[in-house]
């Protein structure tokens, strides 16, 4: 059974920092692209950033471009979210997303798995 689990979420005040973790099991890891997105009750869920199988590309959403910074440790099936200098606007619940395949997609649909999301609060 594919499990990705979020952790790492909280609440900080604005130009603090977080850091997401994925941790996956069940799956191929290193063959599947990472992707976070994230979702507030008044937007509907977000492509926030990608990352390939490899780690060796990575696609930002223009607002994190510069605070937010995505790794991948796939020994450790793991996927990670710095997330620094942050926002009011950051504020969602946080969601990791798997797909097979070499390629960062910005949709939610081609995503076959996800996490069941954490919180990011951050207030002003």
């Known amino acids: 059974q594919v499990q990705l689990v979020e952790s790492g979420g909280g609440l900080v005040q604005a130009g603090g920092s977080l850091t997401l973790s994925c941790a996956a099991s069940g799956l191929t890891f290193s063959s599947h692209t990472i992707a976070w997105f994230r979702q507030s009750p008044w937007k509907e869920r977000e492509f926030v950033v990608g990352?390939?199988?490899?780690?060796?590309?990575?696609v930002y959403t223009d607002s994190v471009k510069g605070r937010f910074t995505i790794s991948r440790d796939n020994a450790k099936s793991t996927v990670y979210l710095q997330m620094n200098s942050l926002k009011p606007e950051d504020t969602g619940v946080y969601y990791c997303a798997a797909n097979a395949g070499p390629l960062i997609y910005r949709s939610s649909r081609p995503y076959d798995y996800w996490g069941q999301g954490t919180q990011v609060t951050v207030s002003s």
């Open positions: 990352i390939t199988v490899s780690g060796g590309n990575t």
